[in-house]
């Protein structure tokens, strides 16, 4: 929980941060302009504890394959500061579902995939080097709709639901300016949301399962192309 909050702090700090310095001098490489970019990459999805409604049920554990993450963002570079509007994808296949039962215990393989689509306002920190290289850090908060997707064990249906919660990120990578007016950016970023609540298939319920909160917390490298105009 320090965690995340730690996270969010930082991530409110660089979006505040961003817009503050939007008068700053245009870079040496490329003047004040704005930009439209892409991305993807790897997402690694970390494992999400399952918190039921009802307190008399064990929490348990959801394991998560490799996943890949897309994007877009259209913004304005000032020179030391960027400030865009982002909407990304990411989505990772559900690999083992851990069940804490009285006996203790016990892992099954699992189906389908967890994903989030997000719409988010960054803020970027620059650091000119005097080089075509310019490493930066940053971070933003928006939204996402956080999915459990035909989630399954052993063929058994588990959860199919959904549900839009509040989401944030911090950012760091190195951005290659090429030949004008074209950026090759590589970056990582921490991308985490409030945890979703999201509702158990009726067949579990009749078994003494209830609906449940579970988290969502994946760490992304991408390789990215920004175009200035």
């Known amino acids: 929980m320090k965690r995340r909050l730690l996270s969010l702090l930082v991530a409110l700090a660089s979006v505040t941060l961003m817009a503050s310095v939007a008068s700053a001098a245009g870079s040496p490489y490329y003047p ?6 892409v991305h993807a990459g790897w997402t690694w999805l970390q494992d999400a504890d399952v918190d039921y409604d009802d307190p008399t049920i064990f929490d ?11 994007g877009a963002a259209f913004g304005y570079d000032y020179g030391l500061a960027r400030l865009e509007v982002e909407l990304a994808h990411r989505q990772n296949d559900v690999d083992t579902i851990n069940i804490n039962f ?31 290289v310019v490493p930066y850090i940053g971070g933003g908060i928006g939204f996402a ?11 058994a249906p588990v959860v199919d639901d959904d549900d839009t919660v509040f989401a944030y990120q911090l950012a760091a990578g190195i951005a290659f300016a090429l030949a004008p007016p074209l950026t090759l950016d590589l970056g990582y970023r921490f991308f985490g949301t409030s945890n979703p609540d999201l509702e158990i298939d009726p067949s579990l319920r009749v078994l003494g399962f209830s609906d449940f909160e579970t ?9 990215g192309l920004r175009m200035n105009f």
Request: hydrophobic letters at 35%; aromatic letters at 14%; glycine letters at 10%.
């Open 102 to 132: 009285i006996e203790g215990p016990a892992a099954f393989s699992g189906d389908g995939d967890f994903s989030a689509t997000s719409v988010m306002l960054n803020g970027y920190w620059d650091f000119e080097t005097g080089s075509p």
């Open 32 to 37: 004040m302009h704005p930009y439209f970019s």
């Open 60 to 70: 348990d554990e959801i394991e998560f394959d490799n996943g890949y993450n897309v």
């Open 145 to 155: 709709n956080v999915s459990a997707n035909d989630v399954e064990i052993n063929g």
């Open 215 to 223: 988290e969502f917390d994946s760490h992304n490298v991408s390789l």
